[in-house]
């Protein structure tokens, strides 16, 4: 840095490539933006799993990841129950990284993955271990 920054300043704000909520605090945060909602949640109109702070957040995931998860929100317990390793405390956090993930690639259609193939697999230094 060319100055001194003071403890506690902030120098980056950026969104949030992907996010969820925790499931235990799907009833209070819109499933979209994460705004904290103190009435009602709009909810998705063909499933009960999630709900959004306005119908224009309904309509950005609409458009964006909740198309693929919309009434499949179980199966990511379904997969991490077909998976033999002891989750005893960690299955909670383990369907919520599922669920991240899925989100994360679900977020751009199969073309786009086909079309940056080699640019996801690249090595870059910047990033560590190949």
Request: aromatic fraction near 10%; charged fraction near 30%; charge should be neutral.
């Given at each position: ?27 209070r ?18 499933c ?36 033999k390793?002891?989750?005893t ?29 080699e ?10 271990a190949?």
């Open positions: 840095a060319s100055r001194d920054i003071p403890a506690g300043a902030v120098i980056l704000a950026e969104q949030a490539v992907v996010n969820i909520t925790k499931e235990d605090q799907g009833e945060y819109c499933d979209f933006c994460l705004k904290n909602v103190h009435l009602r949640l709009v909810p998705c109109k063909c009960a799993h999630v709900g959004y702070c306005s119908d224009k957040c309904l309509e950005d995931a609409s458009e964006s990841y909740h198309k693929y998860e919309c009434g499949n929100r179980d199966m990511f317990s379904k997969i991490l129950d077909n998976i390793t002891d989750v405390k960690r299955k909670g956090n383990s369907k919520e990284v599922s669920r991240l993930c899925y989100r994360a690639i679900a977020q751009k259609p199969l073309s786009w993955y086909k079309e940056n193939r640019s996801l697999f690249a090595y870059d230094p910047q990033f560590g190949e």
